[in-house]
Structure formats: structure tokens, C-alpha cells
């Protein structure tokens, strides 16, 4: 239950089937600012970034775009399991389905202030979910194309 309360916290701006196909290209994980691309405010005080680097991507036999990166919030006040959080961060594994318009969520990790981890979890079977108009997760999605200038 809280996994879930916490999804549609950090989520109520932003949504989430396997794929067999190989990956184009693979990113070191690295951790300096200037690998986070600025992509908007949510509710004028949360921050959300994304990563300007990808993990993986990839293409499926009906040429549907695939890509798997990071998404990260900083959250003003975040009350999570009876405390509240000042400028906690939290970070996402997603993957976004281009053409579709669907995204899923691999990893879900909440840090507090000093950078120590709140929860970290892994989710092997998320569902895809859709991108939700006039929404964060559609300015993503707008962003991650752009960044990303597959030409596939």
C-alpha cells in the first residue's frame, strides 16, 4: 500500500510489456549535475530533471521507439512512512514507449537531504501505463525526444 501511495505522490503528473529487442546503445551512470536536463516545475515548487544520457534503447518489430533513462524529482516537503522530507530526491528508472505514448517504471529509489536512501525499489513486472496529456510526464516525453534525436 504505500508503494503505491507513494507512486501516485510522486506520479500525479506522471504514469508507467516486455521487450526482446537488442539494445542500440548502453551509458555509464554518473552523478554530476550537469547530466540532468531542467524540465519544469510542478506545483512552483518541485523540480523535475532528466537524464541527458539513456541506459538503453531500442526498436521493436513494428518500429515502435524505445528508451530506458532516469527521471529525477526534488520534492520541497515529502512525507513518506510518518515523516516529512525537506528537499528529498527521488530518482526513477523508467522506460518510455515513443510511439505508443506509454511509460513504465523499473526502479523507484527516495533519498533524503543528506543523500541517503529512503527506499529503493525494483519493480520486474510494471505495467505500461499512458502518458497523460498536458501533464509532466508529457513534457518528459517532449524532452526525451528531443534530447535523445534517435534517428533510427
Known sequence: ???????????????LESK?????NRSK???????WE???YSGGENKYYLWKRYIE????AENNQFVKTWFKVIINKFHFKEKVYTNATI?????????DRKMKIDRFVVY????????DTKFEFS?????????????????????YNFHW
Open 38 to 40: 531542467f524540465i519544469g
Open 57 to 60: 534503447a531500442w526498436k521493436d
Open 127 to 147: 505495467d505500461w501505463e499512458d502518458i497523460v496529456p498536458d501533464s509532466m510526464q508529457e513534457v518528459m516525453l517532449g524532452k526525451a525526444y528531443e534530447i
Open 112 to 119: 533524503d537531504s543528506n543523500g541517503s536512501i529512503i527506499e
Open 91 to 99: 530518482k526513477q528508472m523508467i522506460e518510455i514507449a515513443f510511439i
Open 1 to 15: 500500500m504505500k508503494y503505491i501511495i507513494l507512486f501516485c505522490i510522486v506520479f500525479f503528473s506522471f504514469q
Open 29 to 35: 551512470v554518473t552523478t554530476n549535475v550537469e547530466d
Open 20 to 24: 526482446s529487442q537488442s539494445p542500440i
